[in-house]
């Protein structure tokens, strides 16, 4: 297990498993015939047509029916002996005529999309070699979200009516970000507006999608997780189309609700048109505290602690205590497949150009089941790391020549791992392992990392419940109980094939075909690459799955807090008398980097306890147990 604990801090002067992946072989459906004149109503009106006719929703086809119940029937006489028949009748057709109540979050998003494509038909799809330039025109023009981007020329069957094979997903918020990327490096305006978008595309594999017997609801849930605001939705092997949040939102409103003069009334006359002295707002008190250390660098105080697992030997791992032998347990940190590196290095920062320090870290987990195959699975994660730092400390000597290479400047965690990727291919070695790569920017506040596999980082925070709103506070305990509100800030995103089995970057001695399916044997161009805002005193914790597989999250933050009272950094949990502290120049920095470390060899020793402790379900048993895995 490895943790490398980031205490940010200032000086006394300066402050879905199933989901995530579609099958290579996806095209469009083809677009479905919509009947749309109002003579053709007439063969649906009987009651048991009315809710399956293709352009009557679940609402018209309520009013049809209760319109159709109101109208009294002409009913022959009938003998005595059909009067239960005719009550039978009778109450079938009010149960009919009254369909049960639904709420929204309840709705099958295949509904949503009948409702959608009936208003306008729009095939949300672009030509993988389109421009950036045409790819916006269509967004526009088209009013899409999303689009999948296509082969014209590679077609899965003859059904597909020439649509092309499905390549990717590429969103409107991407087309920003392409944009914003090219700009930002030095590239004209023609040629930002020439690019591909095959080149930025989502590929498949990480396409995150939606199956039609889901509901609005369990979509809405999806989407404000991963943060996403579109989802393609499959369906044998065919998307069907692209559901977005406005679609969600829009389920339900009738043509009234948007148009006329009551809604105008309602929802536009009384909120519209801004005043020709209106202001921005003074940012509120408690975040005042805040916002004036933003404009002081941050600094880190970084503490690494590994420890090997307890069964570990020379020929492998012990499944047990009896298979280990009488011996004590195993502290000897060469043996074990994890492997970190952290540095700090001077580079050019890229608004100012001027050199500063930033500081790097990151972690790698061998996977242990090459051991056999003869390999051994230590090699391939320990050079990942090495090579990682040796390219900051190149790029590092590089700065300080003056040089003009493409490391001359802050290298993305992406790049990073990229390039140590390839060296340690070039140099033959076997095996695989994720990886975790991470830049502290204390300039800009911000933590980059780039991830692959199922190590991570989390983010602990004081948050003030009284301040911080109902979606940031402790909803465990009662306020009068509370000791500290110190509480999980971030948790990043982990990738994996299936239940333990992560992505991992990996070297078999043969390159992958490309537009194939690897498997687990990813590159870095599929690790999940994100920043997240860190503020001072925050608690980062980076670390592989030995310590989230047997610590729960709310165990970490029990630790984390108990070694912050140790040290003072805080005083039952009282969050404004510590501000105070660092308003007097009181930081305690010093006490925060000579101690830091004891925070993480805490965390490693509480996982390996609990590994070993079969009277407790670890995270990794409960998780197993949930997805029906015997573990």
């Known amino acids: 297990m490895q943790a490398i604990i980031r205490n940010a801090r200032t000086s006394a002067t300066s402050p879905r498993i199933a989901r995530a992946q579609l099958p290579t072989n996806i095209s469009i459906s083809t677009t479905r015939q919509i009947i749309g004149h109002s003579h053709a109503l007439s063969f649906a009106m009987k009651n048991e047509k009315i809710l399956n006719h293709p352009i009557l929703g679940y609402h018209s086809a309520r009013r049809f029916l209760a319109s159709t119940a109101a109208e009294p029937a002409a009913v022959p006489n009938q003998n005595a002996s059909n009067t239960s028949e005719n009550k039978s009748a009778s109450a079938t057709q009010a149960e009919i005529a009254a369909p049960v109540r639904r709420k929204i979050s309840e709705v099958a998003i295949s509904e949503v999309l009948k409702a959608k494509h009936t208003l306008k038909w729009v095939e949300p799809v672009i030509c993988s070699v389109s421009s950036l330039r045409d790819a916006i025109t269509t967004c526009i023009d088209c009013g899409l979200s999303g689009m999948m981007v296509v082969d014209r020329d590679n077609t899965i069957s003859d059904n597909t009516r020439e649509r092309g094979k499905v390549l ?35 590929p498949l594999n990480q396409v995150i999608y939606a199956r039609p017997e889901e509901t609005i609801g369990q979509c809405r849930t999806v989407m404000s997780k991963l943060g996403i605001k579109c989802m393609p939705v499959l369906s044998n092997g065919r998307v069907d189309g692209i559901v977005t949040q406005r679609d969600l939102s829009d389920f339900g409103l009738e043509a009234t609700d948007r148009g006329g003069k009551k809604s105008f009334l309602r929802n536009v006359s009384e909120r519209v048109g801004l005043s020709s002295n209106t202001s921005m707002a003074e940012p509120p008190i408690y975040m005042q505290a805040h ?95 090495k090579e990682c730092r040796n390219i900051l400390l190149e790029a590092a000597a590089d700065a300080r020549r003056g040089g003009d290479t493409i490391f001359n400047r802050a290298v993305t965690p992406s790049e990073i791992m990229s390039q140590a990727y390839e060296r340690v291919k070039a140099e033959g070695i076997i095996g695989s392992s994720t990886a ?145 502290r660092w308003a007097q120049g009181d930081s305690k920095t010093i006490i925060s980097q000579k101690n830091v470390g004891n925070l993480a060899d805490k965390l490693c020793h509480r996982a390996r306890n609990n590994s070993i402790d079969q009277c407790r379900d670890s995270p990794f048993a409960i998780l197993a147990k949930e997805n029906d895995i015997m573990w």
């Open 291 to 385: 916002l004036a250390l933003e404009q002081k660098p941050l600094y880190a105080n970084v503490g690494v602690a590994c420890l090997p697992h307890p069964f570990k030997t020379e020929n492998g791992t012990g499944m047990n205590h009896r298979d280990f032998g009488p011996h004590e347990f195993c502290m000897d940190n060469s043996l074990s497949e994890d492997a970190y590196f952290s540095t700090k290095v001077r580079l050019p920062d890229e608004a100012s150009g001027k050199k500063k320090d930033m500081v790097y870290m990151g972690i790698a987990d061998g996977v242990g089941s090459w051991r056999q195959y003869g390999v051994d699975p230590r090699d391939f994660s320990h050079l990942l790391m």
């Open 168 to 202: 990717g997903m590429i969103t409107s918020r991407d087309l920003l970000r392409i944009a914003a990327k090219g700009f930002k490096d030095g590239m004209g305006a023609e040629a930002v507006m020439d690019q591909q978008i095959k080149n930025f595309m989502t």
């Open 436 to 580: 975790c790569i991470a830049l502290f920017d204390g300039v800009r506040h911000q933590l980059h990392f780039s991830n692959l596999g199922d190590s991570g980082i989390i983010v602990l925070r004081h948050i003030d419940s009284d301040v911080a709103g109902a979606l940031k506070r402790n909803r465990k305990v009662p306020r009068s109980e509370r000791t500290s509100d110190l509480r999980v800030a971030f948790v990043s995103q982990q990738q994996l094939v299936s239940f333990n089995h992560p992505y991992q970057l990996g070297w078999t001695g043969e390159e992958l075909e490309e537009n194939t399916d690897s498997g687990s044997l990813k590159t870095a161009a599929d690790s999940c690459a994100s920043s997240v805002h860190v503020r001072r005193g925050d608690i980062i914790i980076m670390a592989t799955d030995g310590l989230f597989d047997n610590v729960d999250i709310d165990e970490i933050v029990e630790i984390a807090l108990e070694w912050e009272e140790e040290n003072g950094l805080i005083n039952s949990g009282d969050i404004a008398a510590r501000e105070r």
